[in-house]
């Protein structure tokens, strides 16, 4: 009975320490696990739907000179596209000019009401003054009322000169801002690079009259435009410059680059085609180097973005 008893223990013990290194080895596998995935975010639904950054006009007009063509290497700031740029020219001109007159009107306005406004300082004195004669029984009620009178016409006559510093005021607020955008525009005349990058397409022509939003060059600049199907809590923790890797679902070879910016859904028309929708969160980021010729059309893929 001795030995039987002994074997059962060594049996008992033995499986003891069996699951003491079966839970040990469960515990170090979840711990590598969860520092393999900590601080990273993994999507199995992201779809890449442009590999170029599209210029678009942000003005009307004529264009009078495309200075790059398909496959020129360009570096951000540099000169793309010229639009006659003369009836902004014009505008900005008609702009100044009548900022020129509202100051002139802005100015004699503002001496009227120092000037109103010193007459009806002395209107007020006087009015004190005479009360004060009038209740010692110094001065006569017709006095007193006269005075009174005056410093009412002299209020009336401040708040007419003050009223109209503050519309002409607001006049030349308004120019300014108009000024501003003319400014821009005219600016914007010269369609420039947003980014490094290489001339794919052009889509206008010398010439050509074209509006507002118009598609005027494509550059391939290493960006990649994803789509992530759903929006989760866990989105609003991913900031520019933290680092992403790509994986296709084909044996395309893994990419690797940073989170640029997340783009607002507004910038994009929804498009069932696009798969973008109101829940959608859209991805700029930018690629560590040139995948373009590796990316044929929409990809589906799963990425992985590390959390700072």
């Known amino acids: 009975m001795g030995s039987l008893s002994k074997i059962k223990t060594k049996i008992l013990n033995i499986k003891k320490r069996t699951i ?14 969860f520092l393999q995935n900590y601080g990273k975010i993994n999507i199995d639904d992201a779809t890449i739907i442009s590999t170029h950054e599209n210029v678009f006009s942000k003005i009307d007009g004529d264009i009078s000179e495309i200075t790059v ?14 639009i006659f740029p003369a009836k902004y020219e014009l505008r900005l001109k008609r702009l100044e000019g009548e900022k020129i ?15 109103r406004t010193a007459e009806l300082d002395i209107a007020k004195k006087d009015c004190d003054r005479n009360q004060s004669m009038f209740d010692e029984n110094i001065s006569t009620k017709n ?22 510093t503050e519309n002409i005021q607001k006049k030349l607020d308004d120019i300014e801002n108009k000024i501003i955008i003319a400014k821009t525009d005219l600016e914007n005349t010269k369609v420039k690079a947003p980014e490094d990058g290489e001339i794919t397409s052009i ?12 598609l005027l060059v494509s550059i391939n600049s290493n960006r990649l435009i994803i789509v992530v199907s759903q929006k989760q809590k866990k989105f609003s923790k991913i900031m520019p410059e933290q680092p ?15 989170i640029d910016k997340i783009l607002p859904n507004e910038d994009f028309v929804q498009d069932e085609n696009l798969m973008i929708t109101d829940n959608c969160t859209i991805l700029s ?23 700072k």
């Open 20 to 33: 003491f290194l079966y839970t040990i080895a469960f515990i170090a596998i979840a711990t590598a696990l």
């Open 69 to 82: 063509k398909e496959g020129d290497s360009v570096e951000k700031g540099d000169l793309l596209i010229k």
């Open 101 to 115: 007159q509202i100051k002139k009107e802005l100015l004699t306005a503002q001496k009227n009401l120092e000037k």
């Open 143 to 164: 006095d007193f009322d006269r005075s009174i009178n005056e410093m009412q016409n002299a209020n009336t006559t401040y708040l007419a000169a003050k009223t109209e």
């Open 203 to 214: 889509f206008a022509q010398k010439g050509e009259s074209i509006n507002k939003e118009k």
């Open 244 to 258: 992403v890797s790509i994986k296709f679902k084909n044996n395309t070879p893994k990419l690797s680059g940073k």
């Open 285 to 307: 980021v930018k690629t560590d180097e040139n995948y373009s010729n590796k990316i044929d059309g929409f990809q589906n893929v799963k990425m992985t973005i590390k959390i």
